[in-house]
């Protein structure tokens, strides 16, 4: 890897450290501005200390052990934590947790006339460009399988018939019929899109190795459902947060696409109450112990929504709408109650 290479991915990396470390030295927690593990390679302990903030000290994302006195930056903790020996593959990784674009040129689908480089921004905003409304496509009747039937507001789904899918970096390219999700910033501009390869008749995912997969820059950013007010909820997945939705129409709602970039979602400026929708596995409480954190320092008062069983749409599907909309009244504050399960009822 070029060393003007390493140094920029580096300093991406720093810019949201506290996500990378929660990533790759899950081991570990925060402690004010230091994330503290036992060592480089993700060992229980509190010796070593990544750098979380900007200080005179030095920027975010550079460490040091105290007890064998190694020191390093974020390319150091994927490369050890994952115990990887070439700098490619190092920096695959990084660029895939960042959502950067990569160098390889992105198979040329019809309607383009130069390749994007795949997994840019530009072949995310291509590729929503060629895909259409799910309305009556494959894409609709994949989330009436998972019992999500109010789509109003999700303009920033679509479905494209034939999306490239390839198994690995040797293998054939395939088209599958897919659902694409517009993944947007603060201001409502693409900046990536989501990719969840759908069986032939819709029935459920493709049968592939990695049937849902995300380009374009990601991090901070969401699939995002109605306007943000001063109340929003958001959480992992597009049909946990989209099940929710079923339950609560009128709440704007953000879907990060990962634990990881769900603790780093960025808060629009007018947020006063932020639900956190939980999935209940290690990873989902790690993103949601973030999110608070988070959300307090921002002065933004924040309110777990937690499921019955490993996540809203199985509780969707398991309880059906009404008792799912009951068990989430519970938890609601009682002010939302009445403005959003009014107006659902």
């Not at 259409?132 to 399988?145: E, V």
């Not at 704007?252 to 947020?271: D, G, K, T, V």
């Not at 112990?289 to 933004?300: H, M, P, V």
Request: glycine content about 8%; overall charge neutral.
């Amino acid at each position: 890897m070029p060393r003007r290479d390493a140094s920029e991915l580096a300093h991406r990396l720093g810019e949201h450290a506290e996500a990378v470390c929660r990533q790759y030295l899950s081991n570990g927690r925060r402690q004010g501005n230091y994330w503290t593990v036992g060592d480089v390679r993700n060992a229980t302990g509190r010796s070593m200390f990544v750098r979380l903030r900007d200080s005179p000290k030095g920027p975010p994302g550079k460490w040091t052990d105290a007890a064998t006195g190694e020191h390093g930056d974020l390319i150091d903790v994927i490369r050890e934590s994952l115990r990887l020996v070439d700098f490619k593959d190092v920096a695959d990784e990084a660029r895939s947790f960042l959502a950067m674009p990569h160098t390889e040129a992105e198979p040329r689908q019809e309607g383009t006339r130069v390749p994007a480089p795949t997994g840019s921004t530009e072949a995310s905003r291509r590729l929503v460009a060629m895909s259409k409304p799910i309305i009556g496509t494959l894409a609709q009747t994949y989330l009436r399988g998972r019992a999500i039937t109010t789509l109003h507001g999700t303009g920033s789904l679509r479905f494209h018939p034939r999306c490239y899918y390839r198994p690995d970096d040797n293998g054939p390219t395939e088209t599958w019929p897919a659902m694409i999700a517009s993944v947007t910033n603060l201001d409502g501009h693409l900046t990536g899109a989501h990719r969840t390869w759908l069986a032939p008749d819709g029935s459920g995912k493709a049968l592939v190795d990695t049937p849902r997969r995300a380009m374009g820059d990601l991090l901070g950013h969401a699939v995002r459902f109605g306007q943000p007010g001063s109340v929003m909820a958001a959480g992992e997945g597009i049909e946990t947060t989209l099940s929710l939705r079923c339950a609560l129409p009128d709440m704007a709602m953000a879907a990060a696409l990962s634990a990881a970039h769900l603790a780093a979602i960025l808060f629009p400026p007018n947020l006063r109450r932020l639900y956190v929708i939980r999935d209940n596995d290690p990873a989902g409480d790690g993103a949601r112990d973030s999110l608070l954190e988070r959300a307090t320092d921002a002065g933004i008062e924040a309110i777990v929504l937690s499921p019955e069983t490993e996540d809203f749409n199985e509780d969707l599907r398991h309880f059906g709408l009404a008792a799912f909309r009951a068990s989430i009244a519970d938890q609601l504050m009682r002010k939302d109650r009445i403005r959003y399960l009014t107006q659902a009822a």
